[in-house]
């Protein structure tokens, strides 16, 4: 599995930006996927969550702002980042798992969110 992440960007505090990860194979078939986010100085940190059945999850810092999905058709899972805060800027990474032989778990290259307050 091979993933790219582009969308990143800067923005103004109370804006918004799109993410994605295209995947090189059918996301369908992807068990796990997440956002990650690490910010200079602190450590990576998990944002959101979504499995193959659809089932997602948020951290606290960013629920009820943040929307993760994914198009099955187009094989690209996005991160949806509505009422941007400063403290939201970071590098984010898209990563995908396996829990099923063979498993994997792979990172794509990150991309850049800087949001001004």
């Known amino acids: 599995v091979q993933l790219q992440a582009s969308g990143g960007g800067l923005v103004q505090a109370g804006g918004s930006l799109r993410l994605s990860c295209s995947t090189s194979r059918n996301i369908f078939s992807i068990n796990i996927m997440n956002w990650y986010r690490q910010a200079p100085g602190k450590q990576r940190e998990l944002v959101a969550t979504?499995?193959?059945?659809?089932?997602?999850g948020y951290s606290d810092s960013v629920k009820d702002r943040f929307t993760i999905s994914k198009d099955n058709a187009k094989n690209t899972m996005y991160l949806q980042m509505n009422s941007l805060k400063p403290e939201d800027t970071a590098v984010y990474y898209c990563n995908a798992v396996g829990i099923r032989t063979p498993q994997y778990n792979v990172w794509g290259q990150g991309t850049q969110v800087t949001v001004s307050s």
């Open positions: 979504i499995t193959s059945g659809g089932t997602t």
